[in-house]
């Protein structure tokens, strides 16, 4: 029902930023929980960010606290994450995902092809 296509990846220098985007297209997103996760090989899927349907509540990973911020404009069915400060260790595949859940660590139901974010040394 929700396909969700990021862009914005690309390959930058520690301590910069990048802002990615997720459009949606087949439902409005108004009514689903965003988050965005993030992978590399071999390791773990991790939920990095996430913001409920109404946007008044936030979450993020410890790891990109105080430097990643999620935000949505419903209005334009996308939702953004501005990462800042980014460190070689962000390098990943970042993934777009949505939930009709209320909760913002619930299972995610729809997910993106990924965007590729490279932060060199």
């Known amino acids: 029902q929700v396909q969700l296509v990021e862009s914005g990846g690309g390959l930058v220098q520690a301590g910069g930023s990048l802002r990615l985007s997720c459009a949606a297209s087949g439902r409005t997103i108004s009514s689903y929980a965003m988050g965005w996760f993030r992978q590399v090989p071999e390791k773990e899927r991790e939920l990095a960010a996430a913001i409920s349907w109404s946007g008044d509540s936030t979450y993020y990973a410890n790891s990109v606290k105080g430097r990643f911020t999620i935000s949505r404009d419903n209005a334009k069915n996308t939702v953004y994450l501005q990462m800042s400060s980014l460190k070689p260790e962000d390098t990943a595949v970042y993934y777009c995902?949505?939930?009709?859940?209320?909760?913002?660590?619930?299972?995610?139901?729809?997910w993106g092809q990924g965007t590729q974010v490279t932060v060199s040394s």
């Open positions: 995902a949505a939930t009709p859940g209320q909760r913002l660590t619930s299972a995610y139901f729809y």
